[in-house]
Each structure stands twice: as structure tokens, then as C-alpha cells.
């Protein structure tokens, strides 16, 4: 374990929040598979040039590849603005009114109480300090298959990279086959087959405010928002009725929640301007794309009814942010192969969001399966427990050091080759 806490510390030190330049970070990366077994290459990311991403992979001819898909940047310093206020979760920090800054274990690995504290430690360098760790203890040419790696710089942020990553990596590998690929979010070394969707946006309402005892020379905005989300909520409720709850996930339903109202509010006059942030998560069975489609169609029908009142009068409805759901069944060999090396026997869905469906969508077998709590994930003084990181080595120096022979078979090769041979 030592080897996997130097690296995890060295990871916390030089991770950066996205974009910055990661160069310090990728090039130790780098430094640990410098050898000939192993094939290294950046890739530059689709929006920030001195941003990069990392593929590492092992080239033995004639064996499949198992993937694995991580992230190495972090959460950003403090809960200031509105992309830290996404990530850093608070007490209270509208009543406080005060930014809540890191202590010293963000940039520095601290271990405490069986507990290593530092930003990113959970999510997700633990998970990838001990893959490199477990790897550069194998002879790779004895692996029962190879292994290609994929660590992207803007998980956290806008979440391109992987499949920028993929979409280089994809061609290389598939000759040889794909037998899956596991995505090393923080699950507490339990295998999660899905992952619920998200999506975010807004309603803006421009109307015009007046007097209270005179409401009928204004436009009231938030009455008119209202009936968007109201309308909105019947849409998912009719997809609730189509396709019912998933006890695999929770929450097991989809649901629509307001996150954020702003008005132009004033003493004793109505609302004439209004924005309306809200989310939708849902399931993999369940259709996002026909409830915004149906609720973008009901605001054009308002908007254009606004404005017969009044030219300046207008209605938007804004997609801002969708993260896929996704479904790898447990009937999948891929699953139920990682089932029984864990012993692992019910498998449950995630409730947060990650780069797993850019896997899932490819049609490769993606599962999340890392150390550490997602409760952790985000959080000042974020730690991941060192029992966590004992089962997350044990489990890779395990699967690698299996060798493809009749005493001592690998399970997740064994099964890619009966389904391949069916």
C-alpha cells in the first residue's frame, strides 16, 4: 500500500482545477509507465489547448482489451461562483454569505484516523493511484488480456474529453475486442450497472411590472413561469405513468425539481421579470428527450401569445446541461463476471453523473466501480477511507495477476470468449 499512497499524494499535489494547465499532473502520469510495454499518448482538449487528457494502454498482440475510464482534475478551490456553488457543497452558505475555502489537506495529502484527507482524494485519485500502483507491480506480457486507460482533464466541468479520448482509442483497440470497461467513481467497491440521467435549464419570463393595486398594467412573470414548470411537471408525470419506478435506483423515479428562482421583485409591485432554474433526473427507460421537446413547443405557443401583447413580452425555455442514463443489464457477461469475482450478487444503479454513458453509448459494457463514498465526493475535507483503497488494489492486483490457464482462470476473459464464441 505504501507505492499506492505515494502516488495518491503526488496526484493530490499536482492535480489542477479544469482548464488550468495540467502539465505537471499528466507528465508524472506519464513517468509511471515509461517503459516499453506501454503505449502513452496525450490528447489535447476539444475546447482548452493547454489542457490535456491521458490514453495509456498495453500492446500484446491478439488479447481484448478491458478499459478503464477515470478523471484527474478536481473541484475548484473555494464556493465562489457559479460553477465552484455547483460542486462545493455548503452549510448554509446564503445565510453565512461567506466562501468556504479548502483547509490545508486540499492540496496536501493528510492521513488521519485511518482516513487520507486532500481535494480529489475520493473523487476519483484514489481510484486511479491504485490501478498505476497495482500495474507497475505486473509483468504485462502475462496478463490474461490487455488494459487501455483513459483519464480525462474535464470530468468535473464540461465532460468532452472522454469522448474525444474514445473516439482516438476506439479504432486502435477494436480488432482486437472490447471486453468492457469500468468507470472508477467512487461506489464504494460495489459494481453499479446504470446510471440515472440528468438534465438542467431554465425558464425566463419577461414581462412587465407594475403596482399592486394596478396588476392588470403589467404582465406578473412568475404567474407565467409557473404554468411552464406546471406544465412541465404533467409531462413527467405522464413519463412516470409509461415507465414506472426502477427500485435498482435512487431515487427510483423520475422527478423534476426547481433549483434557483431570480426575480426583479420591488416593494408592492408585481414580478416582471423571472428566471426559473430547474433539473429533471431520470432513468434509463424513461424518454427526457420527448418531455423537452413537448415543453419547448408549449413556451413557443406562449411566447408568441406574449408578444401579441406586448413586443417586449417573451417566454424561453433553455437546455443548459443533459448527462445520459445508461443500463448494462446484469444478464451481461461482463457484469456477472465481475459479480462473481467480488461475490457481489445484486447490483444497483447510480444516482450521480459521470463519463460512463460516453462508454455505454459506444456499446462497450460499462459499469462504475471504484474506492471511496460519492458522499465524500465535492466536499471540504474530502477523505476516502485507506480500507477503501486495500480493496480497490486488492481487486486490481487480483484481476491482473489472474493468468488465462486451466488451473487458474481469468472469469471477465473466460466469459468474453464464450460469448464471442456463441
Known amino acids: 500500500m505504501n507505492n499506492t499512497f505515494e502516488i495518491l499524494q503526488n496526484l493530490i499535489k499536482k492535480a489542477v482545477v479544469f482548464p488550468k494547465n495540467n502539465q505537471e499532473i499528466v507528465e508524472y502520469i506519464a513517468q509511471q509507465f515509461n517503459s516499453e510495454s506501454f503505449s502513452v499518448q496525450y490528447v489535447q482538449n476539444p475546447v482548452h489547448s493547454h489542457s490535456y487528457g491521458v490514453i495509456i494502454r498495453t500492446i500484446v498482440p491478439n488479447k481484448p482489451y478491458l478499459l478503464y475510464a477515470g478523471h484527474i482534475d478536481v473541484v475548484p478551490d473555494d464556493c465562489n461562483g457559479d460553477h465552484a456553488g455547483r460542486w462545493c457543497y455548503t452549510k448554509n452558505p446564503v445565510i453565512s454569505g461567506k466562501s468556504l475555502q479548502w483547509d490545508e489537506s486540499a492540496k496536501n495529502m493528510i492521513e488521519k484516523d485511518d482516513k487520507i484527507y ?13 490501478l498505476i500502483s497495482s500495474l507497475k507491480q505486473v509483468d504485462v506480457n502475462k496478463l490474461p488480456h490487455n488494459i487501455a486507460i483513459i483519464l480525462a482533464d474535464d470530468e468535473e466541468s464540461q465532460m468532452m474529453s472522454s469522448k474525444k479520448m474514445l473516439d482516438i482509442l476506439y479504432p486502435q483497440i477494436i480488432d482486437n475486442g472490447i471486453i468492457g470497461c469500468i468507470v472508477g467513481e467512487p461506489t464504494e467497491m460495489n459494481v453499479l450497472i446504470g446510471q440515472r440521467g440528468s438534465c438542467r435549464g431554465n425558464i425566463v419570463i419577461q414581462g412587465a411590472t407594475s403596482h399592486v393595486s394596478r396588476p392588470d398594467l403589467g404582465l406578473d412573470a412568475f404567474q407565467e413561469a409557473n404554468k411552464v414548470y406546471n406544465y412541465l411537471s404533467s409531462q413527467c408525470k405522464k413519463e412516470q405513468h409509461n415507465h414506472p419506478a426502477d427500485a435498482r435506483f435512487i431515487p427510483d423515479d423520475l422527478y423534476c425539481r426547481i433549483l434557483d428562482i431570480k426575480t426583479d421583485s420591488a416593494f ?30 408549449y413556451v413557443r405557443i406562449l411566447d408568441n401569445k406574449l408578444k401579441q401583447l406586448n413586443r417586449q413580452y417573451r417566454a424561453s425555455f433553455e437546455i443548459q446541461k443533459k448527462y445520459p442514463s445508461f443500463i448494462c443489464e446484469q444478464s451481461n457477461s461482463f457484469v456477472s463476471g465481475l459479480g462473481r469475482f467480488l461475490k457481489q450478487s445484486n447490483f444497483s444503479g447510480a444516482g450521480f453523473s459521470s463519463d460512463a454513458p460516453v462508454f455505454a453509448q459506444k456499446g462497450i459494457p460499462t459499469v462504475l466501480l471504484g474506492p471511496g463514498s460519492i458522499l465524500q465526493a465535492h466536499e471540504p475535507n474530502e477523505f476516502i477511507h485507506k480500507t477503501q483503497l486495500e480493496k480497490a488494489e486488492e481487486f486490481w492486483n487480483k484481476l491482473l495477476n489472474q493468468e488465462s490457464r486451466p488451473v487458474k482462470s481469468n472469469i471477465l476473459f473466460d466469459l468474453y470468449k464464450k460469448q464471442n464464441l456463441r
Open 268 to 297: 408592492k409591485r408585481t414580478i416582471g421579470a423571472v428566471s426559473l432554474k430547474f433539473m429533471i433526473n431520470h432513468l434509463p427507460t424513461q424518454n427526457i428527450e420527448k418531455i423537452l421537446e413537448n415543453t419547448d413547443k
Open 118 to 130: 486532500g481535494r480529489g482524494s475520493c473523487d476519483m485519485l484514489g481510484s486511479v493511484a491504485s
